[in-house]
Structures are given as C-alpha cells and as structure tokens.
C-alpha cells in the first residue's frame, strides 16, 4: 500500500479557486438567467436532475459554471461512454463518499455490464507497480496513435484505464504514463482524457465537500440498484461497508514492499483527518494522531474523553444523535459541527461516521472528521464576498438607471419651449431618484430678492412657498448644504420646525449666477450617502443649464416678435400672427377685425417736447393697449407711431366700437415730463374687417390703414370703417 496522493488542504484550495473562478464571472454574461433556466437545462439534456448538482443552486454563477464544468469534462467529452464510465468506476474508490461509487456501479449494469463483472470491477485492487509496468508494455505494443478505439473488454482498454488511473492518482510512474498516453491519444483525444481525469478529480472534491449529497436521490441508482443487488448480494455488503474499503483504498498506491496492514496502520496514523471509533456511550475506543493536530489533545487525553465532551453546546443535540444506537446503528450519517480545541479555539469539522457490526450487530461508531474550519472561513467569505457583489451590481445597476433618467431629463429639458414644461419634467424625474419627504425646486425671482418654489413634490406641507436668499445657506455660500441630522451644521430659516433627519440644498448655478435651490429632504432614519449626493449634485447642474437655456430662448424670441420700447408685438409677428388669424376665420367662417391706429400730430409733439418725451408716450400707449385687450386679441407697435389691433371674432360694429373706446382712452391719458404736461393727446384710427373689407392679410392692412387716413385728412382724432 502507498501513502495519500493529495493533501485534503490542496482539494479545498483547488475548491476555493474554482469557486472564486465562478463566482466573479461578469454579471453582465448572465444575462435574465436563473438557477431554474440551469436546471431546466441540466433536465432537458440528462432526463433529470442528478442530486449532485443539488447544493450550487443558491448561487448561479457557481451553479452555471458546475454544469458547464461537467458538460466539457464529461457529458460533451467525445470520448466513448463504456470507456469514461469504467474509468469513472475504477477511479470511485478513491472518494470518501459513496456517491460515485454506486452511481458508476449503476451506470455500469445500465450499459450491459453483468452485475458479477461489475463488482469484480469495483473491488478489483489499486494496481501494482508489476501491474502498471505490464499495462505500459500492451500500450506501447499498441499502434500510435491509435487507428481505432479498443473494445470495450480488451486488454489495450484495461491497461489505459489502469494508466489513467496512475496519472489521477500521480504514483511514481506519472511521467512514463502521461507520455505513454499522449502518443498513443495523439494531442486532441489526450486532451478530452486529460480533461476527463480533472472533471472526475473535481467532481469527487465537490461531493466530499458536502455530504448531503446522496446517490438514493439519483434515477439511475433508482433504477438499476435493486436489480444490481439481487443478481449480485455481495455489492449490497460492498456498499455497506464502503466506508471502510474507501479509506483503505482512497488515494492508496501499491508499492509491492509491505502488506496491506501495513499500508493501512500507516494511512491511519498519517492520515491528515481523524480517523476514529467510538462506543455508543461515547467513549473513544481508537483515534490517529491527527486529532493532535486539528484539536491538540494529545491521542491519550482524546481516549479518556467521550465524543460528545468535545462538542460545542449547540451542536449538543446532534452529537447524542451520533451516539444513539437506535439512530447511528442503522446507515452512515454525514453532518457538520463545531468541537472545542484544547485550547479553547473552536474548530469545524466535516464527519461521516458507519456502524461497525459484529455478527449482524452494531457495535460501535468510525468515523472519518476532516477539519473544515478553513472551507468555512472561506464559505463565510466568499458568502459575503457575494453579497458585496451582488450589493455593487445592485448599485450599479441603479446609477445606471438613475443616470438614464438624468439623461432622458436632460433630453427632454432640451426639448421644452417654456419654463412650466421644464417643471413638470424635473417633478417626474425627480420622484423616481429621490424619494424623499419632500423635494423642491425654488427659483429666484426676477427682483433677485425672493425665492419661490416652482416645483414641489413630496409632502407640500413642508415646503416653504417663498422666502429670501439670505435664508438659505447655499445660496449665500454659493455651493452644497448638507445637514446630515438636528445640530449637525448650520440650518436654512426656510426650514419648517420641528427639524428633518437630514436635508440638503443645492444651489442651481449657470454662467456664474445663482438661478435658485434644488431641496430635497430625507425621510426619517434614511441618510443620503455621498453618492445620492453628488447625483443630486449633477441633477442640479442638467436643471440650471436647462433653464438657462429656456431663459435665454425665451429672451430671444421676445426680441424677435416683441417691439422692445413698447413691449407690443413687433411688425413682423403682426404680419405673421395675422395670417393665421384669417386662415382660422376663414376656416371657421367667422369675421376678423382690424384697428389700425396713428398718434395726432407726433413729429410736432416730438419736436416740442423731445424724443424722450415721445418715448415716454409710445411707453404708456403701450400699457393702455394691453391692458384693455381680450387675451387672443393681439397689439403691435406697427412702426414709429403707428399700432394695430387683430380682433378675433370682432365685426365691423363691435370693432368700431372697441376702437371708439381706444380713442377716448387716448385722450384721457395725462402725461408729465421733467414736471411739466404734456398736453392733450389724440389718435386717428381706421377699422377694417375680413372678408367684408379684405380676404388676404395684405388687403386687410390696406383697406385699415386708407381708413386711418381718411381719419387724419377728415380732421384727425376720429374713427372711420373703410370701404
């Protein structure tokens, strides 16, 4: 007998890489998949779902990469199915757990195999060194590369199953055997060999990890084992006392220099598990070095403890259960428990423990305990690990959509034409990124001495309407106010009493001035984190440069349809305004007046009294006209003195009417310039209307403006209908 081939340390590290190899996959990869879209397809190629796929399920990275794991190490493995079943087999001996044992064994009788063939198979011994060097002998006797694959029974198969098995389980002769195979193979099919070794290797590591796995729950062992057994009962006791030959045997090479007890004693005294046997009152019968080791009790303090001594009180309860006859003494159990080191530290411990029977009687308990406290710190770590990840993706997930939302905001508030759009976008926004007690969005009044809410979402009740901006403190530092919770800063007077959890103010900035504050206050025991705050920060800075913009667009059009001395709507938006006027009249079939009106006498007024004193006039006659107009009627300043009216809807009766009342308006109004009147003013008006008078724009300003001048030529300060 040989010594163990692998430390148990180097499977759990080759565990821990794999894991981490798999559970740091791009989320992105994964795409709307989920353990059940994994197991659908696991059952969809298999038939079913073998339970050795059971425990990843929680975690879909590690539950995607197992089953892509096994598809490339053995489902898609081109390699023919007899030959991976009967190397699997053969190589089951050397896991600790039954699983592949029996489910190989299973396969096995599936594909043909008699039951005798198939446990003189599984109990065939690991091979000697005479018996590798006879192997090696028929491979190299063998064409290479290989023509054919060799029957399922022949000799050439046998002996690369038993050289397989000596690379798996690296003996000394690893080398001689791994070149051997590459030249028969050839570099494809050694790599699919090569690749199978490695999936067995990880598979055997995967279920000694977890003991729940068992191979009752797997259809192929549901559905052979009983008809394996009856043709051949010694599998059944094989089965039985698997446990026992698994640690003879796991990982056990045959040197040819010592008898198999000898092999045994020193894999139990080397072993790096403890290997132990105790009574069903729990005393210690036997023990390995190995506890002095993972516990430090020295193998002698060990034997004069009873099992359950060691064990931390809550796991109290399943200990009894290990030493209980009615429970221990009728199948193998598998748990995980946490003892106390002789020092106090305490250390967790992977077990699986079978009945020893004497004359068909339980008499005692073995059991094999691997220290598993490293795997569990791991366990625990890369659980946490996880839930960072899934907690940053999480996060990211959300920047990402929040700052789709500022970015749509942003493109939407390009698109707005007036300011009250530009509110009711940002409210929208708003709600789905901050949802806070209350958020709003104040704007400085043109005086620059108040500011006043435009936009409030939220509970309006604690929002204050208007206030000054000395009461807040980000307008008067011109940059960020955070009050993380009452007496932690310097708190804004705009805000209502009692004092909020937290709130922050920031000041909306464009071209180095301040155009308002965006408020937003955070519900009760919720603090805005840094990163809210600088998306607020930015939300800040798209609604600033948004309603700059506005401002400045909307300037510009008043520029260009507005006569700028008078504020009345310029030549060209008359022009404009009234062609549409009398598309929609027509259309409608309803009349439009016109009132073309002319100041009495204004170059004299001007020459006497100056040009400012004109302009004073022109000023207060435009207040006049727009604030005695309907609100769709329409007043231009036509050019120098001249003004015209668009009355919609206005017959010649109600628009001569309505110009009568200007006329008298106008002189009624009593200027003072430099403290001394202006004297009596007076205007001259012509009244036309569509279609009467006109059915085109330019008709209709013309039959208007002749009336105004048969006003002037009639002794001016009059109203005349045109013809």
Not at 460 to 487: D, I, N, Y
Not at 633 to 652: K, N, V, W
Request: proline share 5%; charged share 25%; aromatic share 8%.
């Amino acid at each position: 007998m040989g010594t163990e081939l692998n430390s148990l340390w180097k499977k759990l590290s080759d565990l821990k890489r794999l894991e981490s190899g798999w559970t740091h996959e791009d989320a992105s990869a994964q795409g709307n998949r989920s353990p059940e879209h994994v197991k659908a397809e696991i059952e969809k190629r298999l038939g079913y779902f073998p339970p050795f796929f059971a425990p990843a399920q929680e975690a879909l990275q590690l539950f995607e990469g197992l089953w892509q794991q096994q598809l490339a190490a053995y489902y898609d493995n081109p390699l023919p199915e007899v030959f991976k079943e009967k190397l699997a087999a053969r190589l089951a001996r050397h896991c600790a757990s039954p699983y592949f044992f029996v489910t190989h064994a299973c396969a096995l009788h599936r594909l043909g195999m008699p039951a005798k063939d198939v446990r003189q198979w599984m109990e065939a011994p690991v091979a000697s060194a005479p018996d590798l060097e006879q192997a090696l002998e028929t491979i190299a006797e063998a064409p290479h590369p290989l023509d054919s694959w060799p029957n399922g029974n022949s000799l050439l198969q046998t002996s690369l199953i038993t050289c397989c098995s000596a690379v798996f389980l690296e003996r000394p002769e690893l080398e001689r055997c791994t070149a051997e195979l590459k030249q028969l193979f050839g570099p494809v099919n050694y790599t699919f060999v090569s690749a199978l070794l490695a999936g067995i290797k990880f598979s055997h590591l995967w279920v000694e990890s977890h003991p729940e796995i068992s191979y009752e729950d797997h259809r192929i062992v549901q559905e052979n084992f009983q008809a394996l057994v009856r043709d051949e009962p010694a599998l059944a006791e094989l089965i039985r006392n698997y446990r026992e030959a698994a640690w003879q045997n796991i990982r056990v090479m045959d040197s040819g220099d010592r008898d198999g007890e000898e092999g045994y004693r020193e894999l139990f005294e080397n072993a790096t598990d403890i290997i132990y046997t105790h009574s069903f009152n729990g005393n210690f019968i036997s023990i390995n070095r190995a506890v002095e080791r993972i516990a430090g009790y020295t193998r002698t303090e060990a034997l004069q403890m009873k099992f359950t001594d060691m064990i931390a009180p809550e796991y109290q309860l399943q200990g009894q259960r290990m030493i209980d006859p009615q429970i221990a003494g009728e199948s193998p159990l598998n748990c995980e428990l946490e003892i106390f080191a002789k020092d106090g530290s305490r250390i967790a411990l992977g077990i699986s423990t079978r009945p020893i029977f004497r004359a068909g009687k339980a008499v005692a308990v073995q059991g094999i305990a691997r220290d598993i406290t490293k795997r569990k710190k791991t366990e625990a770590a890369l659980h946490e690990a996880n839930q960072k990840l899934e907690a940053w993706v999480n996060e990211l997930e959300q920047r990402t959509r929040e700052m789709s939302l500022l970015n749509d905001m942003g493109d939407i508030l390009r698109a707005c034409l007036t300011t009250e759009e530009a509110y009711n976008v940002i409210v929208q926004v708003a709600q789905q990124i901050f949802p806070v007690r209350v958020g709003a969005l104040y704007i400085i009044a043109p005086s620059r001495n108040t500011v006043e809410a435009a936009a409030v979402w939220g509970d309006a009740a604690l929002a204050e309407r208007a206030f000054s901006p000395q009461e807040c403190w980000a307008l008067r530092r011109g940059r960020t106010h955070w009050v993380e919770h009452p007496g932690s800063g310097l708190t804004c007077k705009h805000i209502h009493q009692p004092l909020p959890d937290g709130y922050l103010c920031i000041p909306m900035m464009a071209q180095s001035e301040a155009l308002g504050v965006l408020h937003l206050m955070q519900p009760e025991n919720v603090k805005m984190t840094e990163t809210k705050q600088r998306l607020a920060e930015t939300m800040s800075e798209h609604i600033a440069m948004a309603l700059s913009n506005l401002r400045l667009h909307e300037t510009l059009r008043s520029q260009s349809i507005r006569d700028p001395l008078t504020g009345l709507f310029n030549r060209r938006f008359m022009e404009e305004a009234l062609e549409l006027e009398i598309r929609r009249a027509a259309r409608n079939q309803r009349p439009l007046g016109m009132i073309m009106m002319d100041l009495d006498n204004f170059k004299y007024f001007n020459d006497t009294f100056g040009h400012e004193a004109g302009d004073l006039l022109l000023k207060e006659l435009g207040v006049l006209l727009k604030s005695n107009i309907r609100g769709e009627d329409i007043a231009c300043r036509y050019g120098g003195e001249e003004f015209t009216l668009i009355l919609p809807e206005g017959t010649g009766a109600v628009t001569r009417q309505r110009a009568e009342f200007f006329r008298e308006a106008v002189q009624r109004i009593n200027l003072q310039y430099r403290g001394h009147p202006l004297g009596r003013i007076a205007a001259s008006m012509g009244v036309a209307v569509f279609p009467d008078h006109g059915r085109t724009s330019g008709a209709l300003i013309e039959a208007a403006d002749k009336a105004m001048y048969r006003s002037k030529n009639a002794g001016r300060d009059r109203v005349t209908l045109a013809e």
